[in-house]
Structure formats: structure tokens, C-alpha cells
């Protein structure tokens, strides 16, 4: 029986495996749009309920990683963007990547 509730709640919330092969839980899955850009930074943020803000950062994503923390607590959510927005074009520059105006 534990086991059958182990998997329903799998399917239920987005389970996550993590480098260090534990498994964690989506707080929520957010659009790349609805996070704000720091161009000083490169790190996009977007409000976790404690108070502070998952982060991720541009080079993260141009990696594929689809994965946001919050420095401040244990809640991660996971980014939903097209990592082809992301990626370098045969000419060297980025694609419209949002959140990022082109120059």
C-alpha cells in the first residue's frame, strides 16, 4: 500500500530526481515568461511563498537545466521554456530569449 501511494503521488506533483540521485518535489511548474530578468545578473526570478525568490540563471538554462531554488528554503519549481531559445545561432547571437531584449 505504501508503495501505491509512493506512485500516485509521483504522478500527482512533478517528482524530480536531483544530482545526488534524491528524489524532490515541483513546488510548481512556471513559464520562463512569468519570471523577471536581471540583466546584471543573467539570473532569472520569479516569488517563492517564503518570501525570497527561485533563481536561475541564464547559463543554467542555455545547460538545460530546468530547475529553480530558492536560496532560502528547500522549494524548487520547475521552468517551462524551449531550451532552442536558448542556443546560439549559426551567427553567433542569441534568439530572442524572453525576458531579454535584443540589441
Given at each position: 500500500?505504501?508503495?501505491?501511494?509512493?506512485i500516485?503521488?509521483?504522478?500527482?506533483h512533478?517528482?524530480?530526481?536531483?544530482?545526488?540521485?534524491?528524489?524532490?518535489v515541483?513546488?510548481?511548474?512556471v513559464?520562463?515568461?512569468?519570471?523577471?530578468?536581471?540583466?546584471e545578473?543573467?539570473?532569472?526570478y520569479?516569488?517563492?511563498?517564503?518570501?525570497?525568490?527561485?533563481?536561475?540563471?541564464?547559463?543554467?538554462?542555455?545547460?538545460g537545466?530546468?530547475v529553480?531554488t530558492?536560496?532560502?528554503?528547500?522549494?524548487?519549481?520547475?521552468?517551462?521554456?524551449?531550451?532552442?531559445?536558448?542556443?546560439?545561432?549559426?551567427?553567433?547571437?542569441k534568439?530572442?530569449v524572453?525576458?531579454?531584449?535584443?540589441?
Amino acid at each position: 500500500p505504501l508503495l501505491v501511494f509512493f506512485i500516485s503521488n509521483a504522478c500527482l506533483h512533478g517528482w524530480h530526481s536531483s544530482k545526488g540521485g534524491r528524489m524532490s518535489v515541483f513546488h510548481d511548474e512556471v513559464e520562463i515568461e512569468d519570471f523577471e530578468y536581471d540583466e546584471e545578473t543573467e539570473t532569472y526570478y520569479y516569488p517563492c511563498p517564503c518570501g525570497d525568490q527561485f533563481e536561475i540563471t541564464k547559463s543554467q538554462l542555455e545547460d538545460g537545466e530546468e530547475v529553480a531554488t530558492c536560496p532560502s528554503c528547500s522549494l524548487i519549481v520547475k521552468v517551462i521554456y524551449d531550451p532552442e531559445d536558448f542556443l546560439e545561432v549559426n551567427t553567433g547571437t542569441k534568439k530572442n530569449v524572453p525576458g531579454m531584449e535584443l540589441a
